[in-house]
């Protein structure tokens, strides 16, 4: 086979995977411009005839989804920055320092990312019971940072291993003391390894569905994941051209951060599954 | 500074916030697995009732059994997808082939879409009503319309392709990785010898990324072990219980049945799996850092 036969077969396996993978999310958007006589026609009617907006003009009027939206940036943001300034200390003394018991706390730390929510949801429902905390937008962030914060202490951990101690030393001769050598030096240097794993903790984040489905009821409260399940429970096939709209407005600004950071995101993954 | 107690204070936040959302509520859930509490009734008295039936329930066989396939086909399926993308992406890298990172860029997208979003979409595809757009397309070409969601074993075969869909981005991104941490001169002095490239595939290339497949099949895993919500938006476990695997069960035996002491039996099975698991992947990671 000459390199030109194969570089024809890998344009054609490529052309092949890009349309798999693009494929349910134009069929999306497909549906979403549809009026609900042209979603009856299917897949005859990729392109629609008469395209309108007004799935997502009734959509987004609603207000509901607003406050949805609103809900899911507020908890993911919280819970992303929370995670990031617990997990900052202990990714310092971790890439730093030489102490006993070193290995086995990270290892721990580790083994907590494996444990699913799913187990823990179920005593932490009772606690915010009785704490009278459910219903909170606070408990779900505090959750959210929970979860992200195993990933992070290693994101950060890595990030900090790649600052030379000789720079925190140089300083250190000047006359800096350490929580100066930290907010001037250290952190500043640090920042793509933190804002890796704040964008990898909101993206997470944003995807949850079983946290604020269980700490969360109230309507007003929810965030846009869970507000799609239920509209989803609530709508039938006239309504699927509403459904494929909601879905959109839900994975739009996942996707926007996705392609504005992809190249942060990247590193963070490779960082996170090749751990050192 | 070594040695000094002090160092444990830099860990504090993170051992107060692990151990309050993760430790103490993880002993809890063994501790209510051998109770009869219920949701919202405090516990009354311990035994091994959850257990009994948890365990003893004539739905558990099934729900392992869909536990164990979805898992199966998924890893199979998501390490073959992330693998030959990553090779794919990597041959073009190499000719210099146009439009690699959009085709990187493409399969990543699929991967930030909540697990919800995920199920809702593939319904919408695989809907069974005449306008669904896979059994439209199959009808526009001639073919037969599929049961995708009605019939049990089509329906566990759909679950299994959104999670795939959605899942393939993060193997494809460590066999990258991998790949690319393949020293060169392997695949040029297996050339000089004249070796085919399905002999460099399974010669070289396997064997060296081997260590990455080892770990990224636990993670994945356990990920897809973990993971049920691309499941409940898309069959909600049905028809039946075809598509109900060992997480969604639990989630419907708390929350759904009040079965607290139940769940939580099956919780510990669960967590017991992901904690075997992860135990395996770290003597794999020790192992490649002693070598």
Sequence with gaps: MTPRVGDMLTYLAGIVLAALFLMPLLWLVSLSLRTPAEVYLGAARFIPEAPTLDNFRQILTDGAFGTYLWNAVKLCALGALGAVIVATPAAYAASRFTFRGKGPLMVGILMVQMISPLVVIIPLYRYLDRLGMLESHLSVIAVYMAIGVPLSVWLIKVGFDTIPPALEEAAAIDGCNRADILMRITLPLAAPALASAFILNMIMGWSQFLVPFILLTRDGQLPIAVAIYNFAGSSSASTTQLLAAACLVAVVPALAAFLALQRLIVRAIMAGAVKG | ?291
């Design chain 2, 1 to 291: 500074m070594t040695g000094d107690r002090r160092i444990w204070l830099w860990f504090t936040p993170v051992l107060l916030v692990l151990g309050g959302v993760f430790l103490i509520p993880v002993a809890d859930v063994i501790r209510f697995s051998f109770s009869d509490a219920t949701l919202l009734r405090p516990v009354t008295g311990y035994g091994l009732d959850g257990y009994a039936s948890a365990y003893g329930d004539d739905s558990l066989p099934v729900i392992l059994r869909n536990t164990g396939l979805f898992t199966l086909l998924s890893v199979v399926s998501l390490q073959a997808m992330g693998l030959a993308i990553a090779l794919l992406l990597v041959r073009g890298d190499r000719r210099g082939l146009w439009g690699m990172g959009l085709l990187r860029t493409i399969v990543l997208a699929a991967w930030v879409i909540p697990g919800i979003a995920n199920g809702l979409i593939w319904q919408m595809l695989l809907s069974e009503a005449p306008f669904g757009a896979v059994n439209s397309l199959l009808r526009l070409i001639g073919l037969a319309p599929v049961a995708w969601l009605s019939d049990p074993g089509n329906a566990m075969l759909s679950a299994v392709i959104a999670n795939v869909w959605q899942g393939s981005a993060f193997s494809m991104i460590v066999f990258y990785a991998a790949r690319r941490a393949v020293d060169p001169v392997l695949y040029e002095a297996a050339a000089v010898d004249g070796a085919s490239p399905t002999a460099q595939f399974l010669f070289i290339t396997i064997p060296q990324m081997r260590g990455a497949i080892l770990v990224n099949t636990i993670l994945v895993t356990i990920q897809t072990l973990n993971t049920f919500d691309t499941i409940l938006a898309l069959t909600g476990g049905g028809p039946g219980r075809a598509t109900e695997v060992l997480s969604l069960n639990i989630f419907n035996r708390v929350f759904y049945s009040y079965d607290l002491g139940g769940g939580s039996a099956l919780a510990v099975l669960l967590l017991a799996i992901s904690m075997m698991l992860t135990l395996v992947y770290l003597a794999v990671l020790m192992r490649k850092g002693t070598r």
